[in-house]
Each structure stands twice: as C-alpha cells, then as structure tokens.
C-alpha cells in the first residue's frame, strides 16, 4: 500500500479507501526530448509575446480553472485526500492568483532607472528560459501555479514533474492551460523517473530549477543543479513556531493554532507545528485547543463538513506513527490521539502532545500530519530561543497584544516569514520561501516574478 511509483508507471492511490485510481506510464527518453524541445520553442515566441498579452491569458487560465473545479477538486480529493471544501478552496485561490499576477505582474517587469554619472542606466528583467519544477501532492495546483504563474508573466516556459501520487491532477491543470489557449510549450508536463529529473536538469534547454518538497530531495535537487551551473529555488521542510503570549487574545490563538496546525490534514510546510506558549496561560490555552481539536470532523474527504482527512500515503502515516511513539518514550503528556485511526483508509487520530521539550524528536524533527506539540516558555525571550532552535526556518507565527514586542521579536527570528496575530498564508503579496534548511529563493510578490529573471543592465552613453 506504501507504493506510488513502479519501474514502468506513476500510481495514484485513493488514501481514503485504497483503492488504485490511476495509473501512468513514466515517459520515454524521446517523450522527454520532445518536451524539452517544446519548451524551448515556446519560449522563443512567449518572451516575445507583449506583457500585456501575457497577462490577458493568465485571466484566460483563471476562467479555466473555475470552469473545471469541480472535476479539479475532486481528483485532488481522491488523489491525496484533502477535504473536498479545501480542495475548492485551492482552485479559487489558484484563479484568484492568476487574475492578481495579470493585473499586478506586468509593472514588476518595468524597467528601473539607476543615477549614474553620465549616461542614461536602467535595469531591464530578462526572462532566463525554460524552468523545470519539481513538485510534491500536498497542494497539486496551488503548489504548481505559485511558481509558475509569476515565471509565465516574466516571458519564462515552465515544464513540471509533479509527485507520482497526484499525475492526475497534474494533466487536468495541463487541459486548463489548454483551454485558456496558452501557446504550445509554455506549460509542459512530463511523467519522469528520478533519472529523468536528472537527465532534464542536466539538458541545457532548462535555463533554471525550483524544487518544493523535503529537505533530502532539496539537497538532491540542489546539487544536481549546482553542478549544471543553474539557479534553483528550493522550498523545503519547516517546523513553525506558533508563540502565544501570556496578554494574547486566547480564544483568537487558539481558534487560529487549529487552523494553522490541522488545514490539509496537517500536511503542510508551513504550519504551526510547535506551539510555544507562554507559562502563565498553558495550562488554559492547552485545554481550549484540546477542546478545539475534539471538534473537527475527520473522515470521508468527498463529505463537505469535514476538516481532517486521510494522509497521502500509507508510508507517511508509518513515519509520522514512529515519530509520535518516540515522542511518548521520550516523556511528552499525550492529551489526545496518538494512533493510527482503525477501519479502512489511512487515517491518523488528531493528536495533541503536552509537556514537549526541546530534546523531544516532535520539537527536533518536522511532523507532517495532524499532531501538535504544546512547548512551554518561562517568558518572551524563552519563547524566542526555543523558536530559533530549529534547522528550518520557513515561518513563524506570534500572538500578543503587545505589537511593539512582537515586531521586536520579528526582528531576531529566523524565518522567512513572521505572521503577527495571524497564522501564515502564502499569498501573492507577499514573499513565501525559508532560510536555513527550509530552502533559498522566494516565490510569490514580485520576488517571485525576478526570481527567474535575469536583471540586465542597459547603460548608455557612458563616459
């Protein structure tokens, strides 16, 4: 139940039951070839299509996206057991990012005047290529278009390798690129092995590389591009830090601790996974969010009142099930939960852990699944210490109605991302990406549009 690939094709298994719902045979060497070549073809005449133009067929693709969600959300929903109310909710938000970067994304390319002394300079953004994208199942399109549309209003072609688990998604996003009428070779997908990635990131048609997925395939994916002499963005693992204060709005915390540790199944990078709450108010704050987390409704993902479905994959769930019995060995207090769920499907129990340590493997490691562990801090500045004592650093999350302190406290954590009485969101306003072994590189604002660009300098009439 554990396999998602085999020698000859990518497999979709329905977390929810078991059952297989899709098979694809992985691409030949020319298969692989074509595509490549597609994608350099297309990008010699989309860099040279007007922004404008562009941008118009980014408000084509949100209208695909609309059209087709509910086929969309439902093949995300059996692929990889997201609630079918999220699952709705990425593909509006997926068509909500297209129609911002078409309305935002063109003055980002602008040229930008420099003061030199004699001449005229300008910086100019260059679009670099064809970029292949290595992408994980946990948001089959969000994941996918975060990157991608920023990289298409740019003038780059984009060429995906999506997780084996989610290739059927991964061919409907395809067939709304399709019917938004994206010229041939702007988005590619290619159905690849390992060696395939390998082959496609060493082609020298691949102008760049972004991998979203664990730290391993980032070092991998990394190296492999490094010895290519190409840019990569990697967005990795994260163990967030969600600090609750003793003069927090509680009820607001907790109501947002929920959120931010339970959407997706607890299968997200940048989630609350440590909660780090101040001693005054743990022992409240623990009750409220047990209760809390008492009330969310796990099971059939297809039904539209629940929060918790499945895991992804049955492996996953065995990894995050040995995590959490080396949690209990270690000493943590188990409030709730704590097992594998019992009955078909791959579910886990919503688990909450107290009395969590800084040596405990759920405060060391990152848990990708419904678990959350209650750290207690003596003060602000503990709360501090044990937020930076992480190798990742993605994002971090802090509660308190002393917002003077918390930008103080901004300034000295090691994250990417700091959310004030607010839990984190990728959104296109703002930058989205880690620093440590969370990953390099930005995707989203307009950081995410020159991420893949080359800043050309134009300087005249130098003397």
């Not at 994304?105 to 001449?119: D, I």
């Not at 300008?122 to 948001?139: D, H, K, Q, S, T």
């Not at 290739?167 to 938004?180: I, N, P, T």
Request: charge should be negative; charged fraction near 20%.
């Amino acid at each position: 139940m554990t396999q998602v690939s085999s020698l000859t094709h990518a497999i979709s298994i329905n977390p929810a039951n078991g059952e297989q719902i899709g098979h694809y045979p992985f691409e030949s060497a020319s298969a692989l070839d074509a595509a490549l070549s597609r994608a350099a073809a297309g990008y010699r005449a989309w860099r040279s299509k007007p922004v404008d133009q562009r941008s118009q067929l980014l408000i084509a693709l949100a209208g695909a996206l609309r059209g087709n969600a509910a086929a969309m959300a439902n093949m995300i929903t059996l692929e990889m057991g997201k609630p079918i109310t999220q699952a709705r909710g990425e593909i509006e938000k997926c068509a909500q990012l297209c129609e911002w970067y078409a309305e935002h994304g063109p003055a980002m390319l602008s040229a930008e005047p420099t003061l030199v002394e004699g001449g005229k300079a300008r910086i100019e953004y260059r679009p670099l290529g064809p970029i292949l994208a290595v992408m994980p199942w946990n948001f089959p399109i969000w994941q996918v278009l975060r990157g991608a549309v920023p990289a298409l209003i740019a003038g780059n072609t984009y060429v995906l390798k999506h997780a084996p688990n989610v290739m059927g998604s991964a061919y409907l996003l395809h067939e709304a690129f399709k019917q938004a009428d994206f010229p041939e070779g702007v988005f590619e997908v290619i159905n690849v092995t390992p060696d395939g990635v390998s082959t496609a990131i060493a082609d020298p048609r691949i102008a760049a590389v972004t991998l979203t997925g664990s730290v391993r395939a980032g070092m991998a994916i990394g190296a492999q591009a490094g010895v290519a002499l190409k840019k990569c963005v990697l967005e990795l693992g994260g163990s967030d830090p969600f600090i609750v204060l003793n003069d927090a709005d509680l009820d607001e915390a907790v109501k947002a601790a929920v959120i931010g540790r339970y959407q997706n199944t607890g299968q997200v990078c940048a989630a609350a996974k440590r909660l780090i709450v101040e001693q005054g108010i743990v022992e409240e704050f623990t009750r409220k969010f047990v209760e809390a987390t008492r009330k969310l409704v796990v099971g059939d993902p297809l039904a539209g009142d629940t929060y918790i479905g499945p895991m992804a994959r049955f492996d996953l769930r065995d990894e995050l099930d040995q995590q959490v019995r080396d949690t209990l060995e270690e000493g943590a207090t188990l409030l709730m939960g704590g097992k594998k769920a019992e009955g078909p499907g791959n579910f886990y129990e919503p688990t909450v852990f107290g009395d969590v340590t800084d040596q405990m493997t759920s405060f060391k490691q990152e848990l990708f699944g419904p678990v959350a562990s209650i750290i207690t801090a003596r003060d602000a500045a503990h709360a501090l210490a044990l937020a930076n004592d992480s190798e990742f650093g993605l994002a971090s999350t802090i509660y308190t109605r002393n917002v003077e302190l918390a930008e103080q406290m901004a300034d000295e954590l090691e994250t990417g991302g700091v959310f004030i009485n607010g839990y984190c969101a990728s959104d296109p306003r703002v930058t989205f990406g880690g620093v440590k072994k969370s990953g390099f590189g930005r995707e989203l604002s307009h950081f995410g549009v020159r991420e893949f660009c080359n800043a050309q300098t134009v300087w005249l009439d130098r003397r």
